[in-house]
């Protein structure tokens, strides 16, 4: 029986995988010398594949929603880092004030770093969320 490509075509998944006894490991590698266009693709079959990305079409309604939520997300953004800001400054400006004059009560200043605190805790997460790929 004469060994035709096909044959070779049939064997080779079997040779590249390392599967193949010695016997067709020869009777493959003996063809491919002989054949050197289906060495080249033995040769690019073997290669490792690289998967691509798949781009995912957004509908519009995707797109939409999206624009919203960052725009919601900006406009919290504007309002957190103002008053984070505001309140910070106001706590160190307490415990300035306190070590000056010594009769500021110390629960007003927790106060204060509690709800800068709050705001800041709130910045944070909204730059986590405008951060995030989706």
Do not use: C
């Amino acid at each position: 029986m004469k060994v035709t490509r096909d044959i070779i075509l049939d064997l080779l998944p079997i040779y590249l995988a390392g599967e193949a006894s010695q016997d067709t490991r020869e009777l493959v590698e003996a063809h491919l010398t002989a054949d050197p266009q289906l060495a080249k693709l033995a040769e690019r079959a073997a290669a490792p594949q690289q998967l691509e990305e798949v781009a995912v079409p957004l509908t519009v309604e995707d797109e939409m929603r999206t624009y919203q939520m960052t725009k919601l997300l900006m406009r919290q953004h504007n309002i957190f880092l103002p008053l984070a800001l505001v309140f910070t400054f106001l706590w160190v400006a307490y415990l300035i004030a306190d070590a000056v004059t010594g009769i500021l009560s110390p629960g007003g200043g927790f106060a204060l770093f509690a709800v800068a605190a709050l705001f800041w805790i709130g910045f944070l997460n909204i730059m986590y969320q405008l951060n995030q790929k989706r």
